[in-house]
């Protein structure tokens, strides 16, 4: 089987410029973000910024321990196609969640890693940056070389990547699909084109390189 193209994920949108500048550059997913953050929209304001948006790009909503309800009506809006936990979720919450799941790690050392590889529910992980006593991404990266023990199924990488650094750390993690937010941006929630598309190419490049390697000696790093 051949190995599947590098997924590309941006999160931390805003703007209607920064969404269609994402899907130029050819942007897979797009993250927007529902929790307390200076990149938090609301449910109208995703509606806004996904309309029109191509049959294939997929909306995922970033929540961090959010309520029933919060839930209930985040699908009830039909505008997402998964969602992210970022917080302390349970897995069956993930297990039983209607949508596809992706469950964030801050990764601080090996027992971060250990306890993210024990957690069963959701369909990808993202593995981030740890950042104690807050919630979500530092904007830096971590230490990749944690995540020698790769977990069974895939994986986003995320934490400060962007087009000077994202091509050593597909190379180096060969993850099923990369995360980029605050070194795309001008300032929070104001992405740079140039640099999205800087960080694509990039990530892209180091994509097919490692695909190649991997068919060439018939299985997956």
Same mark, same amino acid.
């Given at each position: 089987?051949? &190995?599947?193209?590098?997924?590309?994920?941006?999160?931390?949108? /805003?703007?209607? =410029?920064?969404?269609?500048?994402?899907?130029?550059?050819? $942007?897979?997913?797009?993250?927007?973000?529902?929790?307390?953050?200076?990149?938090?929209?609301?449910?109208?304001? $995703?509606?806004?910024? /996904?309309?029109?948006?191509? &049959?294939?790009?997929?909306?995922?909503?970033?929540?961090?321990?959010? /309520?029933?309800?919060?839930?209930?009506?985040?699908?009830?809006?039909?505008?997402?196609?998964? $969602?992210?936990? %970022? *917080?302390?979720?349970?897995?069956?919450?993930?297990?039983?969640?209607?949508? @596809? /799941?992706?469950?964030?790690?801050?990764?601080?050392?090996?027992?971060?890693?250990?306890?993210?590889?024990?957690?069963? =529910?959701?369909?990808?992980?993202?593995?981030?940056?740890?950042?104690? *006593?807050?919630?979500? *991404?530092?904007?830096?990266?971590?230490?990749?070389?944690?995540?020698?023990?790769?977990?069974?199924?895939?994986?986003?990488?995320?934490?400060?990547?962007? &087009?000077?650094?994202?091509?050593?750390?597909?190379?180096?993690? @060969?993850?099923? *699909?990369?995360?980029?937010? %605050?070194?795309?941006?001008?300032?929070?929630?104001?992405?740079?084109?140039?640099?999205?598309?800087?960080?694509?190419?990039?990530?892209?490049?180091?994509?097919?390189?490692?695909?190649?390697?991997?068919?060439?000696?018939?299985?997956? =790093?």
């Amino acid at each position: 089987m051949m &190995p599947l193209p590098l997924r590309i994920k941006m999160c931390g949108l /805003t703007r209607e =410029g920064d969404v269609a500048a994402a899907v130029r550059q050819g $942007v897979d997913a797009l993250g927007f973000i529902l929790a307390e953050s200076p990149r938090r929209v609301s449910l109208e304001r $995703v509606r806004q910024l /996904t309309v029109g948006l191509p &049959p294939f790009t997929t909306v995922i909503g970033v929540v961090v321990n959010p /309520t029933d309800g919060e839930l209930r009506e985040l699908v009830a809006s039909r505008l997402f196609d998964g $969602v992210q936990f %970022s *917080g302390d979720e349970p897995p069956e919450l993930l297990r039983d969640f209607p949508l @596809r /799941t992706i469950k964030a790690f801050g990764i601080r050392d090996a027992a971060d890693v250990e306890a993210a590889l024990r957690y069963e =529910g959701a369909d990808v992980a993202l593995f981030d940056a740890g950042n104690p *006593g807050a919630r979500g *991404g530092t904007g830096r990266p971590f230490d990749w070389g944690l995540l020698h023990r790769r977990p069974r199924g895939p994986f986003l990488l995320a934490g400060g990547l962007g &087009p000077e650094n994202v091509a050593e750390a597909v190379r180096a993690v @060969r993850p099923w *699909g990369v995360d980029f937010n %605050s070194q795309v941006e001008r300032s929070p929630g104001e992405k740079d084109e140039g640099l999205v598309r800087r960080a694509v190419e990039a990530a892209r490049r180091a994509g097919s390189e490692v695909a190649s390697e991997e068919e060439g000696s018939g299985g997956h =790093g």
